[in-house]
Each structure stands twice: as structure tokens, then as C-alpha cells.
Nanobody
Framework: HVQLVDSGGGLVQAVGSLRLSCAASGRTVSTYGVGWLRQAPGKKREFVAA????????YYVDSVKGRFTISRDNVKNTMYLQMDSLKPEDTAVYYC?????????????????WGQGTQVTVSS
């Protein structure tokens, strides 16, 4: 059974930066695709970024391309989301998630394991 614990959220001013972390335990996720999704108040949970098990392939929603960087450390069983040039519209609860089959990384329904979420608030 995979357990994910995400952290690193907080309050930051626009154009600032935050780094989210997600630690996996219970079972290694080194062969899983992993990603970050977010949910703003009153909106559906949406895909933000994902990375393949090897780290070779990364995927981003258009609105964060060039600003966010996803990475992973399979030795530490941890993944990260570096968020730069933050905007107020990035405000949301961010969830890390694992996709055992590693396909359709943009599809939230493909993620079977979820962290508890960490709040990111960007002030203007």
C-alpha cells in the first residue's frame, strides 16, 4: 500500500516561489508515474504536472509551463514541484498523486494514490 505525504505549501506574494515535496512510504513508487494536481475553491481538481517513472518524460498544463518544474528522486522515494513566478490564480490545494500504470498522466482518474494536500496561497 502506498502512502503519500505532501508538504511545502504556504502563503507567498505574486512572482514569488515555493517548493512542494511529496514523500512516499509503504511501498516504493519508483516504477510509478507521479504527478501534482490542484483544486481551487469551487473548481474541479485539475492536472498540473507529471513525471514518468524514470524521470525522462515530464508533462505540464499550459498555464504553468515555463514556471513550474517537476522532479523526482527515486532513491529517496520523493518527488518535488518547484513553483516560480507564482500568480494569484495558482492559489489552490495541491495534491501529489501516483499513477501505477504510468499512462494518461494528465487524467486525474488514472491516479490511485493521493497525498492529503497542501495549501498554496498567492497574494497579489
Amino acid at each position: 500500500h502506498v502512502q503519500l505525504v505532501d508538504s511545502g505549501g504556504g502563503l507567498v506574494q505574486a512572482v514569488g516561489s515555493l517548493r512542494l515535496s511529496c514523500a512516499a512510504s509503504g511501498r516504493t513508487v519508483s516504477t510509478y508515474g507521479v504527478g501534482w494536481l490542484r483544486q481551487a475553491p469551487g473548481k474541479k481538481r485539475e492536472f498540473v504536472a507529471a513525471i514518468s517513472w524514470s524521470g525522462t518524460n515530464t508533462y505540464y498544463v499550459d498555464s504553468v509551463k515555463g514556471r513550474f518544474t517537476i522532479s523526482r528522486d527515486n532513491v529517496k522515494n520523493t518527488m518535488y514541484l518547484q513553483m516560480d513566478s507564482l500568480k494569484p490564480e495558482d492559489t489552490a490545494v495541491y495534491y501529489c498523486a501516483a499513477n501505477r500504470r504510468g499512462g494518461r498522466m494528465w487524467d486525474r482518474d488514472e491516479y490511485g494514490y493521493w497525498g492529503q494536500g497542501t495549501q498554496v496561497t498567492v497574494s497579489s
